[in-house]
């Protein structure tokens, strides 16, 4: 997972081909904090298409709770409703719930929602 510049950059490539893969594909994700999660200096982050949601779960608790407390726990949710299953693909997640370019992941230490 690579952190955002900040520029216009495309959230696709293309090959030759003029076709684009999921092996390609980058996901922009926004961390949002919910309730007293702690907040992150930097929110955006680019994650390929093909990575599981396994990955985005490890990387925030990395981020967040590696150094305060690494057995808290860490509720995930997509679109304020669900928790992901870990399995998921974010390139499927981001088809079917993203929304202005990027996937919003809304995540709390209580449970928020559903």
């Excluded at 399995?87 to 209580?110: E, R």
């Amino acid at each position: 997972m690579s952190e955002e510049d900040g520029d216009k950059t495309p959230q696709t490539t293309t090959n030759n081909n003029n076709t684009t893969t999921d092996a390609e594909r980058k996901i922009t994700l926004l961390f949002q904090a919910v309730g007293s999660a702690p907040i992150l200096k930097k929110r955006k982050f680019k994650i390929n298409a093909t990575s599981s949601f396994n990955e985005v779960i490890f990387f925030l608790r990395d981020k967040l709770l590696k150094i305060t407390n690494p057995s808290q726990s860490l509720f995930l949710y997509c679109g304020q409703a669900f928790c992901p299953n870990p399995d998921d693909f974010v390139g499927d997640l981001f088809d079917h719930f993203g929304s202005n370019d990027m996937l919003v992941i809304n995540y709390s230490l209580k449970i928020a929602w559903g």
